[in-house]
């Protein structure tokens, strides 16, 4: 379906954390169409905040025609969001980006922090052997029991309150498990990580990056990572996360921060490469207040 901004209710919303909300949407075409790993890009009811905020699909119910996301208050944008409540309206655009491949293997289902809403909707849709392991930072397991209901869930806390003390790949070794593919959203360093492990243990590896976005359709080239191959709308080594991802197959893509790559392009004369980072820091540092 063609990409527009639509005003939709909120057909209901909770706090499943602290800090963490639930809610869902009442959005018919966008549910018929939501894929898993794909997001819609929700915006405020503040004139003076155009950035819309890009948020995970967690669940698409397609039978009643709602979407549900799961969002931390990170700044300005989702702390408004989460005072609002049944029959309140946001505009929201989406589905947007390319969700995960599916694949008939033995499966991780990887979420760190707030990369574990999109592991709901996945699990639901995976007909295979599947490990759902969750990394958080306590013992406030949002989700877990849900995603329990299609997958087998192991946990992994910073502070060793619940499951295995430290992250996903030390609960992975823990439990001795093993898996033909990984499907992986979360923070950078958890991916690097699964790419690391991924590549070592030859394991098909599918990652979902975080990252500011402004537009969320691939036209302001504010979301880029560094890859193998040349991009053709930027012609340079970078692809737009919002457009051609979020998900990528983990060895097409290199988790280079901003200052990393620039310390790949020092001295050389990528003046395009240059832009699109100069054009990715600046939104990026425009959106912090999420």
């Known amino acids: 379906m063609a990409q527009k901004k639509v005003n939709v209710t909120i057909h209901s ?9 639930s809610m869902w949407l009442n959005a018919p075409e966008m549910a018929k169409e939501a894929k898993p790993g794909q997001f819609i890009a929700v915006y405020t009811n503040d004139s003076s905040k155009l950035l819309p905020r890009p948020i995970s699909i967690c669940e698409a119910d397609k039978e009643n025609g709602r979407l549900r996301i799961v969002y931390r208050i990170a700044g300005a944008g989702t702390l408004e ?23 008939n293997k033995k499966a991780f289902l990887i979420g760190g922090g707030i990369g574990i809403p999109p592991m709901l909707e996945l699990a ?8 759902a392991v969750l990394g958080y930072r306590d013992s406030a397991t949002f989700l877990a029991d849900e995603i329990g209901n299609y997958a087998e869930v192991v946990i992994a806390s910073e ?8 992250n996903v790949i030390d609960a992975i070794k823990e439990k001795g498990l093993k898996a033909d593919v990984i499907y992986a959203c979360g923070p950078t360093p958890m991916l690097k990580a699964l790419k690391a492990y991924a590549a070592e243990n030859g394991i098909e590896c599918w990652i979902s990056l975080e990252e500011k ?10 979301c880029v990572c560094h890859t193998k191959e040349v991009d053709e709308h930027s012609n340079v080594r970078n ?4 457009k051609d991802g979020p998900v990528f197959l983990a060895d097409d893509v290199e988790l280079l921060s901003v200052d990393e790559q620039r310390e790949r392009i020092a001295g050389g004369c990528m003046c395009g490469t240059v832009k ?5 820091k600046d939104t990026a540092d425009k959106g912090k207040e999420d």
């Open 124 to 131: 639901k849709h995976l007909d295979c052997e599947k490990y």
């Open 276 to 280: 699109v980072l100069d054009t990715a």
């Open 159 to 166: 502070d060793g309150s619940v499951g295995t003390k430290g």
């Open 13 to 21: 919303q909770e706090k499943l954390a602290e800090g963490i909300y």
């Open 213 to 222: 976005m402004a537009c969320g359709i691939g036209a302001c080239l504010g």
């Open 81 to 103: 969001f989460s005072r609002y409540g049944a029959g309140d309206t946001l505009n929201i655009m989406g589905p947007l980006g390319n969700g995960f491949t599916l694949k």
């Open 239 to 242: 692809t737009r996360i919002c």
